[in-house]
């Protein structure tokens, strides 16, 4: 699944530790998520989702 979280942080300049924090995970989770390296449990899609006030297929791409 592929994700458009850098360009909205980039659209809103939210660092990934703010991001992170709005969401109520690690930096660390955000840039795993970013880079495609882990995929996020469906309530925390919908968190970063709504952090964005984007809808979930705005955020995050089928393959």
Do not use: C, H
């Amino acid at each position: 699944m592929k994700n458009r979280i850098r360009v909205l942080r980039a659209e809103k300049n939210w660092s990934q530790a703010e991001l992170a924090e709005k969401v109520g995970v690690s930096r660390n989770s955000i840039n795993a998520i970013e880079n495609d390296k882990f995929e996020p449990s469906l309530p925390l899609a919908f968190r970063i989702a709504d952090a964005f006030a984007a809808r979930i297929e705005e955020v995050f791409l089928r393959d």
